[in-house]
């Protein structure tokens, strides 16, 4: 089966600009997640969705960042304006029902923000 | 939210031996605890988990080990090899609904 696609790879902004990152997850899966990965540390969950519905964004920062997920599928992470310690990789994970295991995260591979 | 301390932060081992990482968690209501790999430039991929209900499981050269009462999992790898070179995550999930909190990540080289 398909993995989870995230765009772009890459992206290198200047500070107070804004940008938006997409997230497809695999076919079926209900939650979807958005992951902050600063370098050198694990993962930090920013949000949840379980279908369009939002579980948890208490660490999401909602003064600069936004996301949806309009029909339950893809999912746009925005961050308006970015200040310079929101350079991080930004990881897409899904999970659901489909999997053996429905606690089981697939990752995406991440988009790599450099804000300048 | 929950505190997941995962040591060491880095692990030097020669092919053929074995490497060990420890996590302990905080949340005592924590049930899930899986065990990812990431490569460079990509996103971290799930190798083994384990269940509170379970103590111990293996997968080939890979086993978990979980200590519930002591808020203790370990991640061993057995006969190692230098494509086993990565950084190695733990993480345990929360009471919120399945989203997971990760260890800052051990950094395994795998020497020849």
């Known amino acids: 089966e398909a993995g989870v696609a995230q765009s772009p790879r890459y992206k290198i902004i200047e500070k107070r600009q804004s940008v938006a990152f997409w997230c497809n997850p695999i076919s079926g899966h209900a939650t979807l997640y958005w992951y902050q990965q600063i370098l050198g540390q694990g993962p930090k969950l920013l949000i949840q969705f379980q279908n369009n519905g939002v579980v948890d964004d208490s660490q999401l920062p909602k003064d600069r960042f936004s996301a949806e997920r309009l029909k339950g599928v893809d999912s746009t992470l925005k961050i308006q304006p970015a200040k310079l310690e929101d350079s991080a990789v930004y990881l897409c994970?899904?999970?659901?029902?489909?999997?053996?295991?429905?606690?089981?995260?697939?990752f995406g591979p991440g988009t790599r923000l450099t804000v300048l | 939210g929950e505190n997941v301390e995962q040591h060491p932060s880095t692990l030097s081992v020669q092919e053929g031996d074995s490497a060990v990482i420890k996590c302990t968690y905080s949340d005592s209501a924590s049930n899930y605890f899986p065990w990812y790999k990431q490569e460079l430039g990509k996103g971290p991929q799930l190798i083994i988990d384990?269940?509170?209900?379970?103590g111990e499981k293996k997968d080939q050269r890979i086993a978990v080990t979980l200590n519930k009462t002591a808020k203790h999992f370990s991640l061993h790898i057995t006969e190692t090899q230098p494509e086993d070179s990565a950084v190695y995550f733990c993480a345990a999930d929360s009471n919120s609904g399945y989203a997971l909190n990760f260890g800052k990540g051990t950094s395994l080289l795998v020497t020849p």
């Open positions: 994970a899904s999970s659901g029902r489909t999997s053996p295991n429905y606690n089981e995260q697939f």
């Open positions: 384990i269940r509170s209900n379970v």
